[in-house]
């Protein structure tokens, strides 16, 4: 038997546009072998503004992204998979922006 775990994480970025006022866009699609990985990755994706999938923004405040966790089970030459889903909140997102950003990942 063998065993793997991998995540991933697509979401929403939202931040201060170049022109004023704050959006959010979706972000690009973040791989990682352990969770501690995948937290630094997006972290600093939002600190250097890549985590962006959009137009582009001055600044970024957060992200609120969808976090697949993948355990691949390999047993007898059969894959079988198994995937937990959370969502997380990273950087600094208002309650009234973070509501709404999920409600966009959940439809």
């Known amino acids: 038997m063998k ?3 991998r ?3 697509k979401g929403i970025v ?3 546009c170049w022109g004023g006022g ?6 690009k699609t973040v791989k990682a072998d352990t ?6 990755k997006i972290n ?7 985590l962006d999938a959009g137009m582009g923004f001055e600044s970024l405040e957060g992200a609120v992204m969808e976090v697949i966790k993948i355990e691949t089970i390999t047993v007898d030459d059969k894959e079988y998979t198994h995937k937990d889903y959370e969502i997380i909140s990273y950087g600094k997102i208002q309650d009234d922006i973070l509501e709404h950003c999920i ?3 959940l439809y």
């Open 3 to 5: 065993k793997q775990i």
């Open 7 to 9: 995540y991933e994480a």
């Open 14 to 16: 939202w931040g201060n």
């Open 22 to 27: 704050q959006c959010g866009y979706g972000s």
């Open 35 to 40: 969770q501690k990985q995948l937290d630094k």
């Open 44 to 50: 600093k994706g939002i600190e250097d503004r890549s």
């Open 103 to 105: 409600e966009h990942l």
